[in-house]
Antibody, heavy 126, light 112 residues
Framework: QVQLVQSGAEMKGPGSSVKVSCKAS????????ISWVRQAPGQGLQWMGG????????TYAQTFEDRLTISADASTATTFLELSSLRSEDTAVYFC????????????????????WGKGTTVTVS | QSVLTQPPSVSGAPGQRITISCTGS?????????VHWYQQLPGTAPKVLIY???NRPSGVPDRFSGSKSGTSASLTITGLQAEDEADYYC????????????FGTGTKVTVL
């Protein structure tokens, strides 16, 4: 059974960067993609982007593409989310999750839905 | 701003049936993209309840069911139980936002 273990809570100042890690175990790292989702206090879920280890490629939501980097280290089965130019609105819990790949009507969705989640990493910008 | 709209809250007595709607548009649900549903208990990570409109992962009770029609989808809980009190989110894909995965606004279910 795949498990995702995330790094600990972070407190950062405005304008700085944060890097959160997500270590996978229980399955071959190249067999699945990882999505990153965040949740601000009292708010809903927001998909930020994801990484496909099989191809070594990242995909970003348009909202974040100018300050978000998602990467991975295959040797440790770890995926990283790095968000720069932090502002108070980035205070949130950041989740990594295993994303299921689906082909629907000939179109491929690498991050179709998320079936296994990490416990979340709290990032506070203050 | 989410492109998938859910009612902020739904409530019901134990044993009742409730339905949570997820309203989208022609660039997401109406375009034929699958809808998935998640349950989030307080202080925990979300858990997938329904994937690809109607499918339940192993271990999810059959009192949870999903449907989709036109530009909307629904999650129905039949035989509501106290442990179902949680936040629920729909999720789909939207082709109008630079190709992105989107969540609904979320619905708080209260068991009376």
């Amino acid at each position: 059974q795949v498990q995702l273990v995330q790094s600990g809570a972070e407190m950062k100042g405005p304008g700085s960067s944060v890097k959160v890690s997500c270590k996978a175990s229980g399955d071959s790292f190249s067999n699945f993609a990882i999505s990153w989702v965040r949740q601000a206090p009292g708010q809903g879920l927001q998909w930020m982007g994801g990484f496909i280890p099989r191809f070594g490629t990242a995909t970003y939501a348009q909202t974040f593409e100018d300050r978000l980097t998602i990467s991975a280290d295959a040797s440790t089965a770890t995926t990283f989310l790095e968000l720069s130019s932090l502002r108070s609105e980035d205070t949130a819990v950041y989740f990594c999750a295993r994303a299921q790949n689906q082909v629907v009507n000939g179109e491929q969705f690498f991050f179709s839905y998320m079936d296994i989640w990490g416990k979340g990493t709290t990032v506070t910008v203050s | 701003q989410s492109v998938l709209t859910q009612p902020p809250s739904v409530s019901g007595a134990p044993g009742q049936r409730i339905t949570i709607s997820c309203t989208g548009s022609s660039s997401n649900i109406g375009a034929g993209y699958d809808v998935h549903w998640y349950q989030q208990l307080p202080g925990t990570a979300p858990k997938v309840l329904i994937y690809s409109n109607t499918n339940r992962p192993s271990g999810v009770p059959d009192r949870f069911s999903g449907s989709k029609s036109g530009t909307s989808a629904s999650l129905t809980i039949t035989g509501l139980q106290a442990e179902d009190e949680a936040d629920y989110y729909c999720q789909s894909y939207d082709s109008s936002l630079g190709s992105s995965y989107v969540f609904g606004t979320g619905t708080k279910v209260t068991v009376l």
